[in-house]
C-alpha cells in the first residue's frame, strides 16, 4: 500500500519516484550569479533522470545578519560535502537547509529543500513534519494533513506530527477524527496542554460547554499563564451564563500579544527549527518575551545572543543594557548604551534612545547631572520627546525644581501625545506652587480629554473643595468625581482616594467623618512612605483641630496605592 | 465599450411604485435562483472607458512605513445624476522636503520616479449612457481640476456623506499628514468641492486611515468618526529587519498607537471634538477600519473598529444626546482571535451573511492567519465562525486588505470581494526582482447559505489571477444595470475596475434610502419582503479598507419576479413600508412617503 508520503511526493514532484535508483549525479549550476544547486537523480537508463528542485540562495543574502550568513555558507558547504547518492546525510543536508530557508521565511525554497530531502531519505520524519507545517501556514491544509499523517507513520511515538494533526483535522470539521487523535494523545500524556485545549475546543463546536469546562480547568492548573486556554475558558463561561467569572477570565488575557504566554509544540523537532533561528530580530523577540514575562536572566542571555548575532545593531545594544541593568550589572548595562550611542546613525530616534535609557540608568546610580546631561542630549535630538520632557520633569521635581518640572511636564501637555499620568503631575504642582486657579482650569481640560481618568479627577475634587473663597467650593461635584475611582478600585481605595474624601468631609466640616478617614490612611501607610505618613498625620492633627486642609497636594506628596481599609462609618 | 444590462429596465423612479394594495404573488425569495450554477464572473473596464487612474506609494528603498498602506477610493454621484462617479485616493512622494519642514507625509515637490504622475487624489465623472435597446456606455472623465478638489497631502482613504445636509455627497480624505474635508458644492451645472477643514472643525495631522460619516446621536446631522493609525513621521521612521535581519518594512508594534477621533456634528457645518467627552481616547490603537453599525440592536449605531496587530474595538453607544460609548469587543467576542490574540485587522465590513435579520462582522488579515467572520447571535455577542464558514482556511495565503459584500449573482447571499497584497517580501518575486515583493491575487468567495462560502476565484475572470498589491474594494452599480461592481485599488499600480458581466437570470431591486432633505439614509435598515421571506441590508458607504461604497441597496432576489415589498427601519425609529415594487428597477424611497408601520405589523 502507498505510504501517505510516497503519495505526496508523487504528488508533488512530476517525476515518479523509483525503488531502484542506483546512480545519482550532481551538477551545480550558477543562477543569479550565485549557488544552485539542481540534483539530477539518474535512474534506469530506460527512465528519465529524477530531478531534485532547483535552489538558490536568497538574493537579499549579503543584507543578512552577518551569523545568518555564515550559517548558510556552513550549510552550503556540508550539502557540497556528501554522498552523491540517496541517503540520510544527503537528505539531512537538504533538510537543515530547508530549516535554515523555514526559520528566516522563505518559505518557498524552504518547501523545496524539506521535499528533496524526503526524496533522498523518506524515512526522516521530520522533514515531512516541517513540510506540513508550511503547507499548513500556506492554507493547503489537505497537504498540510498528508504530510503530517506521513510524519505520524513514521514517527508513532512523536506526539508533534499528531497534535498538529489533530488541530488541523479540528479547523477542517472533522470533530470526530480530532478527537480520537486528542484523545489518544491525552492518553500518553494527560498533561498535554495542546491536546487538552483541543479536546475543549471539541467540546465547545458540539456546544459541550460543561465538558468544555473540565478540560479548561483542568489546562489552566497546567498552565495558568496561557492566554488562549484563558481566553478559551472566558468563552466557555460565557456560554454557561457565568458571566462574572468570563470577565474575571478575560481581565486575565494580557491584551498585548507579545506579553501573552502561548501554548506551542514543546516537541524536539519544533525546539530544533527555533534553535535554527540565529537572527538577531528572533533573538530580540525571544529576549522582549522574556523581559516582558520578568525573566531577566533569560532575557539577558538572549539579548546577549542577539547582540553577538548582530553586533553593530544599536537597538540590539541597547535593548541588552535594559536586561542588563534589571539584573544589576549596571556597569555593562552603561557599556551597552555607550555602544548603541555609537552605532546609532546621529540625529536618528536611537540615538535619542541611547541617551534617554543613560540618562535613566544614571537616575538609577544617583548621578542627577549625569542624567540631566543625557535627557537634556536625547531633548536636543528631538525637542517634542514626550519621553525626555517626562524624565526632565521627574528629575527636576526630584530635586525640588518645581518650576523646571513643571515647565516639562507643561511641554508633554501642550504637545501632540499628552499623557494623563504627566498632566497629572502637572495639574498638581501648579496647586503646590499656589497657581490654584491655572490648576483647577488645567484639570478641567484634562479630565475631559481624557474622558473618565481617576486621578485627574481626584485631584481636580480637592481643588475644588480647597478653593480659597467658600462660594467657589463644589462640594456635590467633588463627591461625584471621586465616586468612579471608588468603584474602580475594588475591595478598598487607595491612599490618594481616602484621603481625597478625608479632605472634602473636613471641607465640608464633617470632621468625624474627615478624621475616619484620615486615621485609616495614616494606619494604612508604613514606613516605607514616611514621607506620606508625615503629610498623612499632619492633616490629620488638622482635622482633629477642626480645620479643613488648605492645600490639594503637598509638595512631597505622592501617589501612594497602598490600600486603605475604609472606616466602619464610611457608607 | 458597450455595456448589454441584465435587465430589461433600469430606469430611475422618483417615488415608489403605486398599486400598493395589490396582492403579493404566491413566489418567495429563492436563496438558489436559476442562475445558482452560473460563475460570478468580473472583467476589468478601467483603462478602456476611461479610467486611467495609477496610484504611487513613493517608494524610494527606505521603507517607510506609509508606502505600503495605502489608498482608498470612493463611489458615490458627485453631480446628482444618478450614476456613480469615482474618486481615488493618491500617494505621492515621500521626501526630504517634507520631513525638513515637520510636516508628516506632504508630497515632495518634483523629483523620483512619479514625477510625472498627477499629484493628489482624482475624482472621475461617470457619464453613464443607456440607450433604447438597453445597452450601457460608462465613460469616465478626469474633473479633478475644474471640480476644485485638490487633495493634498499624502493619501490614505475616503468617507463620504453629507454632512451639511444640503442633498450633495461630501468627502472627508484621511492622509498620512493633515485630513481635509470637502465640501460638494456642485449645482446642476459644474462639479465643484470648497475645503472645509478648518471653519468645520475637523482637522486631524496625525496618520488617518479609516473614517466613517455616520449619525451616533441621532439628531439628523452626520457626525464624524476617523481612525488614527501609529504615532509614525519621516523623523521617528526606523528600519525593521526581517527574522534573518534584511531591512524590511516596520510593523505597527514598532510604533505607539494612537487614539481615534469622534466629531460631533453641530448642524450648523461645524463640528466638535467630543473624543475625550465620549470616552474613545481611552484605548490608543492602530486603527485600520471603521463601521458605523447597530449591532445589539438597541437603535443606536455602534462603531467596530478594526487595530493592526491590537484588539478591535466594539464601541458600543450608550445613546443619547451626549456621545458616550464603552469598548465591549472583549466580551462581545469581537477583539481577538479564538486564541485570545489579536490580529492584524484592515479591511472590515458589516452585512447579515446569514440572513437572520443581524448585521455580522467580516475582516481581513495577515498571511499566515484566517480572515475572521463573526457571526452575531442576535443580541450583539459573536461567535468566530470562520473556518466552518471556509473564509479561515482559503485565505491563510494571503494577506487580505479591501473586502467588499455585494451579491454577485442576485441570490440573495452576500458574497465577498477580497483585496490581497502583501505587506511582507514575496520570496519568489523578490528573487525575480520586483522591486515591490508584494503583490497576491484578489478573491471571490461565494455565499452558498447555510453559513458556508467556497472561493469561487478561479471561474471569476481573468482579474483574480493577476498579481497585484490591492488595498482597496469597493462595490457598487457602476452602471445601474442591477449587478455589482467592484473598484479595487492597488497599491503603487493602477486601478481596476471590475465590471461584473455575471448571467444569472437572477432578479434584483435597486434601493436608494433618502431623508427628507435628500441626503442618503445612513444607518438606516432596509427589508426587502416577499410572501415567506425577507432580506436585510443596511444603508451605509462605511467599512472595507480607506474606502466608501455605493450608498444605494441592491438586492438580489434570486427566482422572484412578482413585486416586493420594502420597509426601511429609520435610524431615529419609525418603520415605512413601500408595497409592489417590481423587480428590475431602483427607486428612490424618501423618509415621509412610505405607509407608516405600526409597531405591532413590525414582524
Known amino acids: 500500500m502507498e505510504s501517505h508520503l510516497q503519495a505526496l511526493l508523487r504528488a508533488s514532484v512530476p517525476i515518479s519516484l523509483r525503488d531502484d535508483v542506483r546512480e545519482v549525479s550532481r551538477t551545480t549550476l550558477s543562477l543569479l550569479g550565485a549557488m544552485s544547486l539542481v540534483v539530477f537523480l539518474a535512474c534506469d537508463p530506460a527512465t528519465p533522470p529524477l530531478v531534485l528542485e532547483a535552489v538558490t540562495p536568497p538574493s537579499d543574502l549579503t543584507q543578512l545578519d552577518q551569523a545568518v550568513q555564515v550559517q548558510f555558507a556552513d550549510l552550503q558547504a556540508a550539502l557540497e560535502a556528501v554522498p552523491e547518492a540517496p541517503s540520510v546525510a544527503s537528505g539531512s543536508a537538504w533538510g537543515a537547509l530547508g530549516q535554515w530557508f523555514h526559520a528566516y521565511g522563505y518559505s518557498d525554497s524552504a518547501g523545496s529543500c524539506y521535499r528533496n530531502a524526503l526524496l533522498l531519505d523518506s524515512s526522516e520524519p521530520k522533514w515531512s513534519y516541517y513540510a506540513g507545517i508550511l503547507e499548513q501556514e500556506s492554507g493547503r491544509w489537505e497537504t498540510a494533513r498528508g504530510y503530517y499523517r506521513a510524519a505520524a507513520e513514521l514517527a508513532p511515538t512523536e506526539l508533534g506530527p499528531q497534535v498538529r494533526l489533530a488541530e488541523l483535522e479540528l479547523q477542517l470539521g472533522e470533530a470526530d477524527e480530532a478527537e480520537t487523535l486528542f484523545r489518544a494523545i491525552v492518553a500518553r500524556d494527560p498533561d498535554e496542554t495542546l491536546s487538552l485545549l483541543g479536546l475543549a475546543r471539541v467540546a465547545m463546536t458540539r456546544q459541550d460547554y460543561f465538558t468544555a469546562l473540565t478540560h479548561l480547568q483542568h489546562l489552566v492548573e497546567l498552565q495558568p499563564d496561557a492566554a488562549e486556554a484563558r481566553y478559551a475558558l472566558a468563552v466557555t463561561l460565557r456560554q454557561l451564563q457565568r458571566e462574572e467569572e468570563a470577565l474575571a477570565e478575560l481581565a486575565l488575557v494580557p491584551a498585548d500579544n507579545l506579553d501573552q504566554v502561548r501554548l506551542a509544540p514543546q516537541g524536539p523537532w519544533d525546539s530544533e527549527l527555533v534553535r535554527v533561528d540565529r537572527g538577531s530580530r528572533a533573538l530580540t523577540r525571544r529576549g522582549v518575551r522574556a523581559f516582558r514575562a520578568r525573566d531577566f536572566g533569560r532575557a539577558v542571555e538572549l539579548l546577549g545572543r542577539a547582540v553577538g548575532s548582530d553586533p553593530s545593531g544599536a537597538d540590539e545594544r541597547i535593548n541588552y543594557a535594559l536586561a542588563l541593568s534589571e539584573v544589576g550589572r549596571l556597569p555593562a548595562a552603561e557599556e551597552q548604551l555607550r555602544l548603541g550611542l555609537e552605532f546609532s546613525q546621529p540625529g536618528s530616534e536611537l540615538m535619542g534612545k541611547s541617551h534617554l535609557e543613560l540618562g535613566r540608568l544614571a537616575v538609577k546610580q544617583h548621578e542627577a547631572e549625569a542624567a540631566r546631561a543625557h535627557f537634556d542630549a536625547a531633548l536636543n535630538l528631538d525637542s517634542t520627546s514626550v519621553a525626555a520632557h517626562t524624565e526632565l520633569g521627574r528629575l527636576n521635581h526630584r530635586q525640588g525644581r518645581l518650576e523646571d518640572a513643571l515647565s516639562h511636564y507643561e511641554s508633554v501637555c501642550a504637545g501632540a501625545r499628552p499623557f494623563p499620568e504627566v498632566c497629572f503631575w502637572r495639574g498638581a504642582l501648579l496647586s503646590v506652587l499656589g497657581r490654584g486657579d491655572e490648576a483647577l482650569m488645567a484639570l478641567e481640560e484634562d479630565s475631559q480629554r481624557f474622558g473618565d481618568n481617576p486621578r485627574l479627577e481626584t485631584l481636580l475634587a480637592r481643588l475644588l473643595v480647597t478653593q480659597p473663597s467658600a462660594s467657589s467650593r463644589d462640594f456635590a461635584r467633588a463627591r461625584s468625581l471621586v465616586a468612579p475611582a471608588i468603584a474602580g478600585t475594588p475591595g478598598a481605595p487607595d491612599v490618594v482616594v481616602a484621603q481625597t474624601l478625608a479632605m472634602i468631609a473636613a471641607a465640608e466640616r464633617d470632621f468625624g467623618r474627615a478624621i475616619a478617614w484620615q486615621g485609616s490612611v495614616v494606619q494604612a501607610l508604613g514606613d516605607e512612605h514616611r514621607r506620606d505618613l508625615q503629610i498623612a498625620r499632619r492633616r490629620l492633627v488638622l482635622y482633629r483641630q477642626g480645620n479643613p486642609c488648605g492645600s490639594p497636594w503637598e509638595r512631597l506628596e505622592g501617589l501612594i496605592e497602598v490600600r486603605v481599609e475604609p472606616p466602619e462609618d464610611a457608607s | ?603
Open chain 2, 1 to 603: 465599450m458597450v455595456l448589454i444590462g441584465a435587465c430589461d429596465s433600469a430606469r430611475e423612479v422618483g417615488k415608489p411604485a403605486g398599486d400598493q394594495g395589490r396582492e403579493r404573488e404566491a413566489e418567495s425569495l429563492r436563496v438558489d435562483g436559476n442562475g445558482a450554477d452560473a460563475p460570478i464572473v468580473f472583467a476589468d473596464i478601467a483603462v478602456e472607458n476611461g479610467l486611467d487612474f495609477v496610484h504611487s506609494n513613493g517608494m524610494t528603498g527606505h521603507l517607510y512605513f506609509a508606502e505600503p498602506v495605502g489608498a482608498g477610493a470612493a463611489l458615490f454621484d458627485v453631480d446628482g445624476d444618478g450614476d456613480l462617479d469615482i474618486f481615488l485616493v493618491q500617494g505621492g512622494a515621500l521626501g526630504a522636503n517634507a520631513s525638513d519642514a515637520g510636516i508628516k507625509g506632504r508630497p515632495r515637490e518634483g523629483g523620483g520616479p512619479w514625477e510625472d504622475s498627477p499629484s493628489g487624489g482624482r475624482l472621475y465623472r461617470n457619464d453613464l449612457k443607456v440607450s433604447g435597446d438597453g445597452s450601457r456606455t460608462v465613460q469616465f472623465t478626469d474633473v479633478t481640476m475644474e471640480s476644485g478638489l485638490q487633495a493634498s497631502g499624502y493619501g490614505m482613504g475616503v468617507a463620504s456623506g453629507d454632512f451639511d445636509n444640503d442633498g450633495r455627497t461630501d468627502l472627508y480624505l484621511t492622509n498620512f499628514g493633515p485630513n481635509q474635508l470637502w465640501r460638494n458644492v456642485s449645482d446642476g451645472k459644474r462639479i465643484a468641492f470648497e475645503e472645509v477643514t478648518q471653519s468645520a472643525g475637523v482637522e486631524e495631522n496625525r496618520w488617518s486611515t479609516g473614517a466613517t460619516f455616520a449619525d451616533l446621536d441621532a439628531d439628523g446631522w452626520l457626525d464624524l468618526f476617523v481612525t488614527n493609525y501609529v504615532d509614525f513621521d519621516l523623523l521617528s521612521h526606523k528600519t525593521c529587519s526581517s527574522s534573518g535581519g534584511r531591512p524590511d518594512y516596520c510593523g505597527p508594534q514598532s510604533y505607539d498607537g494612537e487614539s481615534d477621533r469622534l466629531w460631533q456634528n453641530r448642524g450648523d457645518g461645524t463640528f466638535q471634538d467630543v473624543s475625550g467627552r465620549a470616552g474613545i481616547l481611552l484605548e490608543p490603537s492602530s486603527g485600520l477600519g471603521v463601521v458605523a453599525v447597530d449591532l445589539d440592536l438597541d437603535g443606536w449605531l455602534d462603531l467596530y473598529v478594526t487595530n493592526d496587530l491590537r484588539r478591535n474595538v466594539l464601541w458600543h453607544n450608550r445613546g443619547g444626546d451626549g456621545l458616550s460609548f464603552e469598548d465591549v469587543a472583549l466580551e462581545t467576542g469581537t477583539a481577538v482571535s479564538m486564541l485570545g490574540r489579536a490580529q492584524a485587522s484592515m479591511g472590515v465590513v458589516a452585512e447579515d451573511f446569514d440572513g437572520d435579520a443581524d448585521d455580522d462582522l467580516f475582516m481581513t488579515h495577515l498571511t499566515a492567519d484566517t480572515n475572521t467572520l463573526y457571526v452575531n447571535d442576535g443580541g450583539g455577542t459573536f461567535e468566530d465562525r470562520s473556518n466552518p464558514s471556509g473564509l479561515g482556511a482559503s485565505s491563510l495565503e494571503a494577506t487580505g486588505f479591501g473586502v467588499a459584500a455585494l451579491d454577485g449573482d442576485n441570490d440573495g447571499r452576500l458574497d465577498l470581494v477580497i483585496a490581497n497584497g502583501a505587506v511582507k517580501s514575496i520570496e519568489v518575486q523578490a528573487r525575480s526582482g520586483d522591486p515591490l515583493p508584494l503583490k497576491q491575487a484578489n478573491q471571490l468567495f461565494r455565499n452558498f447559505g447555510s453559513g458556508r462560502f467556497t472561493d469561487a476565484s478561479q471561474a471569476a475572470g481573468l482579474e483574480f489571477s493577476r498579481l497585484e498589491v490591492s488595498r482597496g474594494a469597493v462595490s457598487g452599480d457602476i452602471d445601474n444595470d442591477g449587478r455589482s461592481d467592484v473598484l479595487i485599488t492597488n497599491n503603487n499600480g493602477a486601478a481596476r475596475l471590475l465590471h461584473n458581466v455575471t448571467e444569472s437570470g437572477n432578479h434584483w431591486i435597486g434601493l436608494r434610502v433618502l431623508e427628507k432633505h435628500g441626503s442618503d439614509a445612513l444607518g438606516a435598515r432596509v427589508q426587502v419582503l416577499t410572501r415567506d421571506s425577507s432580506v436585510w441590508r443596511r444603508v451605509s458607504t462605511d467599512g472595507s479598507y480607506l474606502s466608501a461604497r455605493d450608498p444605494r441597496v441592491l438586492v438580489g432576489l434570486g427566482l422572484v419576479e412578482a413585486p416586493v415589498s420594502v420597509r426601511v427601519h429609520w435610524l431615529r425609529g419609525g418603520i415605512e413600508e413601500w408595497q409592489s415594487l417590481a423587480p428590475g428597477q431602483y427607486y428612490s424611497l424618501r423618509r415621509g412617503e412610505g405607509d407608516p408601520v405600526k409597531s405591532e405589523e413590525q414582524e
